[in-house]
């Protein structure tokens, strides 16, 4: 912002109370070896923003959009560009549900791994809980294990790879 560096100030609803009211570590309170600051400490995570959660739920959308094209109808057309005209119908039908189903859960994925630093932990967040979910949810609706563990695979592989495409927007 300025040359102050003021950069890494915190915002005030980031702010310790004790810190707004000025009040500061007493010396008997702190290890002997570390000095006394007036600084609050750093939020180590920055969420991402709405664009790269944009991003991270065309990118799910597309590649859950390829798998089902893939396994279920590739061979409903003849040329390439009728299965590229297959794929983008397959996203709008999963942009579709997931506006109901897997934003709200990798929304409140998300929120709650915010103090978890490790991105490739998220990732893998990302693929092991929407799999589970769609395993369960869908296995007992239709009352059968394999095929909707698969479908819970391809829901996993989705959603890991949407934020995946995220994680240069995540910064630590």
Same mark, same amino acid.
């Given at each position: 912002? @300025?040359?102050?560096?003021?950069?890494?100030?915190? %915002?005030? *609803?980031?702010?310790?109370?004790?810190? +707004?009211?000025?009040? @500061?570590? /007493?010396?008997? @309170?702190?290890?002997?070896?570390?000095?006394? #600051?007036?600084?609050? %400490?750093?939020? %180590?995570?920055?969420? %991402?923003?709405? +664009? *790269? =959660?944009?991003? &991270?739920? !065309?990118?799910?959308?597309?590649?859950?959009? !390829?798998?089902?094209? @893939?396994?279920?109808? $590739? &061979? #409903?057309?003849?040329?390439?560009?009728?299965?590229? $005209? #297959?794929?983008? =119908? *397959?996203?709008?039908?999963?942009?579709? +549900?997931?506006?109901? #189903?897997?934003?709200?859960?990798? +929304?409140?994925?998300?929120?709650?791994?915010? &103090?978890?630093? /490790?991105?490739?932990?998220? !990732?893998? *967040?990302?693929?092991?809980?929407?799999?589970?979910?769609? $395993?369960?949810?869908?296995?007992? /609706?239709?009352?059968?294990? !394999?095929?909707?563990?698969?479908?819970?695979?391809?829901?996993?592989? /989705?959603?890991?790879? &949407?934020?995946?495409? =995220?994680?240069?927007?995540?910064?630590?």
């Amino acid at each position: 912002m @300025t040359d102050k560096g003021d950069d890494d100030a915190l %915002p005030p *609803a980031l702010i310790p109370a004790d810190v +707004l009211a000025g009040e @500061t570590a /007493s010396a008997d @309170t702190l290890p002997a070896d570390t000095p006394p #600051t007036d600084t609050p %400490p750093r939020h %180590p995570y920055a969420a %991402p923003g709405p +664009l *790269a =959660v944009a991003l &991270g739920y !065309v990118v799910g959308c597309l590649v859950l959009a !390829v798998i089902a094209t @893939t396994v279920v109808g $590739w &061979g #409903t057309s003849r040329d390439f560009w009728g299965y590229v $005209w #297959t794929v983008i =119908v *397959a996203a709008f039908y999963a942009a579709g +549900l997931g506006l109901f #189903t897997a934003l709200p859960v990798a +929304l409140i994925l998300g929120w709650s791994l915010r &103090g978890v630093l /490790s991105q490739g932990l998220h !990732v893998l *967040a990302f693929f092991v809980v929407p799999a589970l979910l769609g $395993w369960v949810i869908i296995g007992l /609706s239709v009352q059968a294990v !394999v095929v909707p563990l698969l479908m819970g695979a391809a829901i996993g592989v /989705s959603m890991a790879a &949407g934020r995946a495409a =995220v994680w240069p927007f995540a910064r630590a």
